[in-house]
């Protein structure tokens, strides 16, 4: 199993930082080669900017993604986002761990995506016939992801009745939107509730949770996403009515 382990966390001697310590000695001793994306350390350029995509950006590009896209097939992107292709390229499993900031990401690894799934490496393929390749199809499809992440929040408040809402809507737009667009398989995430209070019983339970989930990365069953061309939508990409009738919402797109 080749591992890369993507960590946004500004603090090495926090709880995410000893989870990742954690995390990456477990697989080594299962056997995984390991690299990782240590963001803070690395000084990740959050903002994508017209020195991304070579000297003749911006003069006579408007559009962003068709600038990456002209990028990626011409090699013009930096050093810092073909590293990253690199690893991605290398990698058949992709750990990504952050603490939930303002119910998302911060923003250094809102940037590594921004910069580093460009258009022609990570979305915009198209099959032979024509019809473009995304949701559980695409770029990075056979990969398989998984999000470790550290919360404030009492455990009960994130559920589905919680006041934060349930973790997988909170996690849709990295999960299903970006991962699962690319073609990359989710695996449930893991996350570490009251995060801010942690007593030593509670690290160490936190730390078997991580343990088991990577004993089982290469087995464990990817959130059942429902697949853009495997007849669930119809042509506008709408689900169809007979499946979850009645519905909407973010959970009617797992089936
Ligand atoms: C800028 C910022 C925003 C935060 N937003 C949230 C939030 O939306 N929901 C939540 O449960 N916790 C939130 N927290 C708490 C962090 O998730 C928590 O401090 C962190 O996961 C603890 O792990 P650490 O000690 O490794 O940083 C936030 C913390 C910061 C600093």
């Known amino acids: 199993m080749n591992v890369l382990w ?27 080669e390991v690299r990782e994306s240590d963001l803070y350390a690395m000084k990740w350029k959050p903002v994508v900017d017209a020195d991304d995509f070579g000297s003749a950006a911006g003069e006579e590009r408007l559009i962003v993604g068709a600038t990456s896209k002209d990028a ?40 590594w995506f921004d910069r580093v799934f460009v258009k022609g ?59 699962w667009y690319a073609g990359m398989s989710v695996l449930p995430p893991l996350t570490v509730c009251g995060a801010d209070r942690v007593s030593p019983e509670q690290y160490a339970d936190a730390a078997e949770a991580l343990r088991e989930r990577l004993r089982t990365l290469s087995t464990r069953d990817p959130i059942p996403f429902r697949r853009q061309n495997d007849g669930d939508y119809d042509e506008d990409l709408v689900l169809r009515d007979h499946l979850a009738p009645g519905r909407g919402g973010i959970g009617v797109h797992t089936a």
Request: no cysteine; aromatic share 10%; charged share 20%.
């Open 121 to 179: 490496f990570a979305y915009g393929v198209r099959h032979p016939d024509g019809h473009t390749l995304r949701y559980g199809e695409g770029a990075l499809a056979g990969k398989r992801a998984m999000v470790l992440l550290t919360a404030g929040a009492p455990d009960a408040t994130i559920g589905p009745r919680g006041v934060n809402g349930e973790i997988n809507d909170l996690l849709f737009p990295l999960q299903h939107g970006t991962l």
């Open 72 to 111: 990626y097939h011409s090699g013009e992107l930096s050093d810092d986002i073909l590293a990253e292709h690199e690893k991605l390229a290398w990698a058949d499993t992709v750990i990504f761990q952050f603490p939930l900031w303002w119910y998302g990401m911060p923003a250094i690894l809102k940037g």
């Open 6 to 32: 993507i960590y946004a966390h500004p603090e090495p001697r926090s709880l995410g930082g000893a989870l990742r310590d954690e995390g990456v000695r477990t697989l080594r001793e299962l056997g995984a």
